[in-house]
């Protein structure tokens, strides 16, 4: 059994290299008219070489999952903006997809919170639907939209979980279909557990995402390990290997909140459910300390009995 491991956006300890810098519409708003246009392509051709970069250490040390920022482009979205991103970077988002396919990396992208298809609000949906076209929009000009996932929650419950599950059922038909081919579900901290976002995605057909540290926080009565097998097989809508997000609680007092590392014990009965399973899969670290996070994590996973390192990012159990 093979596991990849991989993490989000930002390469610690490469200098400058975030790639996420942003302009608020109050800031672009303030610009002189002549030059909004120019501070938008100015911070987008810097986030797109921070990824380069990005992609390059990812390179050099054999790691193969990444997340993408959604922050690449600002203002992509507002609809008082919206402007044409592709076309002035038609080479370099070319260059990051062949950075992708050369180095056989899995990229992936997880829009926030507010995109979402259980909302009573059709201006929410449609919101949601302009974003979810913006990341594949993204992917597309990179030529790897057919390579990756686009990662969302189900949503809030508005007061009614099965009066809002039959709403998202509806919302998420109005989806294009190309995009919903490469749309992930995952389970919530809060809300959606992991039977109810199990069957949402059994339903709609699209694989499923199963974060661990938000099951512990919303698990209820269910167990994991009755429904992981089932988890796993929802992935033979796609193309790809299972994926599963890993973190550990922060503090007993934010029990939610991602802490810096991720805690080996606090994972390891999930590893030893999954190594059941005998299924390669992959393994998204959410943790503050992003790369570094993941590099020591791998590392300890390999001191278990019975793990081989393959890579900075790989293990064979």
């Known amino acids: ?20 810098k942003t302009v608020t519409f109050a800031r672009y708003s303030s610009l002189p008219k002549q030059e909004r246009m120019e501070k938008l392509k100015e911070v987008t051709a810097q986030n797109i070489q921070h990824t380069k970069r990005i992609l390059y250490y990812n390179l050099a040390h054999g790691i193969e999952l990444y997340r993408f920022s959604s922050s690449l482009v600002p203002l992509a979205t507002h609809p008082e903006v919206m402007w044409d991103f592709v076309t002035p970077f038609k080479h370099e988002w070319g260059e990051l997809g ?15 919170q507010f995109t979402l298809f259980s909302s009573p609000r059709d201006d929410v949906t449609f919101s949601s639907i302009k974003d979810m076209e913006f990341h594949y929009t993204m992917l597309h000009a990179m030529g790897i939209a057919e390579q990756s996932i686009v990662n969302i929650h189900i949503g809030g419950a508005y007061g009614n979980k099965k009066e809002t599950l039959t709403r998202f059922h509806q919302n998420f038909k109005k989806l294009p279909d190309n995009i919903k081919r490469i749309t992930t579900l995952e389970n919530d901290d809060k809300t959606y557990n992991i039977e109810e976002t199990l069957l ?6 699209v694989p499923m995402i199963f ?12 167990d994991f390990s009755n429904y992981l097998e089932r988890i796993f097989n929802t992935w033979k809508f796609s193309s790809l290997l299972p994926k599963v997000h890993l973190s550990s609680p922060k503090s007993e007092k934010e029990y939610r ?7 080996l014990e606090f994972i390891r009965p999930f590893l030893e459910e999954a190594k059941k399973l005998n299924q390669d899969f992959d ?35």
């Open 257 to 263: 909140s991602h802490a810096d590392y991720v805690s």
């Open 98 to 112: 062949q950075l992708v396919l050369g180095g056989n990396i899995r990229t992936s992208f997880h829009p926030n």
């Open 1 to 20: 059994m093979k596991i990849r491991f991989g993490y989000v956006a930002t390469a610690l300890g490469l200098w400058d290299a975030s790639p996420s």
């Open 211 to 222: 974060d661990y540290h938000h099951y512990m926080a919303n698990k209820g009565e269910h």
């Open 200 to 205: 949402a995605c059994e339903k709609e057909h």
């Open 283 to 317: 393994i998204m670290i959410e943790a503050k300390a992003k790369n570094l996070a993941m590099l020591q994590l791998v590392e300890e996973i390999a001191a278990m009995r019975g793990v081989k390192r393959l890579t900075a990012a790989s293990v064979k159990w």
